[in-house]
């Protein structure tokens, strides 16, 4: 399952997002708990921020390669899974079913008639990649026009293309940030709204993608500054970490897709800090060589985990506690770290079976249609 071309560092941090988001899920937390408000902090906004980081448009692209991307790798997948959630939930009636078609081509995360809930990150994902690729499209086609093709270095032309897309970025977030304040304004399709104001994630990581790398390839250059660094690396993670848990219990319980963001400039530190702290904590987990696969699988694997964990606990519910000793179900339904342990389990390994048996119908079409 796993793909040689991956990058490991990307998957891993994935992979430790969606055991946080499985986890943020389970009905064993209040609302404004201090475990969901640290989680909610920035688990969805870390997604954001390594969509930025992956995207790769430049003057070259073709506008008609992005919006294609996009459909393919997000919107399509969206449709299936929630024609497969329909079948997973043998609970629901028709009625509840007819409903949450609706909820489904409206694309936004209605918390009462939603089958699949976490599926409105995906038109959220959606809606907020493919503007801010469209955004850096259309800056290239301006700096061509300004600059011409050849008169500046990359590094001149590639500010100039930064600079108009954080224009557009910021004019778009500020919109979407007024109309997504008043709580009575209605819900946009797809979370166009959300996905507006959120838009600065995901050009933070685009810079990230770019810049990081060459600062981290410098800095080992100076061999001789590697335990100076360290240390010094160390002192600021620290001083992240008080500000992150400081800021998220000041800041209170972050919900995005209800438009909750509270301060608004707060949750945007709240979850860059939070995102080098986890940056960090992906690399050392990285270098471990056991635990780095797994959690890889399950990164290059998180679309799917977000798309079955929820249909997992009424499999579990319907199809394998009833056949168990009356006393498991019973351990699951309180809270501590075998419950827990066990649920998130169960949801990670049922949405890779599923994921794997995605592949494989992907797979055998692919080669149907090779042969025709």
């Excluded at 995207?55 to 024609?83: Q, R």
């Excluded at 949450?100 to 038109?123: E, M, Q, R, S, Y």
């Excluded at 500010?159 to 209605?186: D, E, G, N």
Aim: hydrophobic letters at 55%; one cysteine or more.
């Amino acid at each position: 399952m796993k793909s040689k071309t991956r990058n490991l560092y990307i998957d891993v941090m994935k992979g430790l997002l969606i055991i946080l988001v499985v986890i943020g899920h389970l009905p064993f937390f209040e609302y404004d708990s201090r475990t969901l408000t640290l989680i909610y902090s920035f688990h969805m906004h870390a997604f954001l921020i390594i969509g930025g980081i992956l995207s790769h448009v430049d003057e070259n692209t073709k506008l008609s390669t992005i919006i294609v991307k996009k459909f393919k790798n997000i919107l399509i997948p969206y449709f299936i899974f929630y024609a497969i959630t329909l079948v997973f939930i043998p609970t629901a009636t028709m009625d509840q079913k007819i409903k949450a078609i609706f909820v489904v081509f409206k694309g936004i995360g209605d918390p009462v008639n939603a089958l699949n809930l976490p599926l409105w990150f995906l038109t959220f994902y959606f809606v907020a990649m493919l503007t801010f690729e469209f955004i850096e499209w259309l800056s290239y086609r301006i700096k061509t026009l300004v600059f011409g093709i050849n008169q500046y270095g990359e590094n001149e032309k590639y500010w100039f293309v930064a600079l108009i897309t954080l224009i557009f970025v910021s004019i778009i977030m500020f919109f979407s940030f007024r109309y997504a304040r008043y709580y009575k304004m209605p819900r946009l399709p797809f979370n166009i709204e959300i996905a507006g104001f959120c838009l600065g994630f995901v050009f933070f990581g685009k810079i990230l993608g770019k810049y990081v790398p060459i600062a981290f390839n410098e800095f080992k250059n100076y061999t001789s500054y590697k335990i100076i660094g360290s240390i010094l690396i160390f002192i600021i993670l620290a001083i992240f970490i008080y500000a992150w848990y400081f800021t998220s219990m000041y800041n209170g319980r972050i919900d995005l897709n209800a438009r909750d963001y509270k301060n608004a400039f707060l949750m945007y530190i709240d979850a860059i800090l939070a995102f080098f702290i986890f940056s960090v904590f992906s690399y050392i987990i990285s270098m471990l060589p056991i635990i780095k696969n797994d959690l890889a699988i399950i990164g290059e694997n998180s679309i799917y985990i977000l798309a079955y964990h929820v249909p997992s606990v009424f499999v579990l519910n319907c199809f394998v506690l009833p056949y168990l000793p009356p006393i498991i179900g019973l351990t699951l339904q309180k809270n501590s770290i075998i419950s827990i342990t066990i649920l998130t389990s169960f949801a990670i390994l049922f949405s890779l079976i599923l994921a794997l048996i995605h592949k494989s119908i992907s797979g055998l079409l692919k080669k149907a249609r090779e042969n025709n």
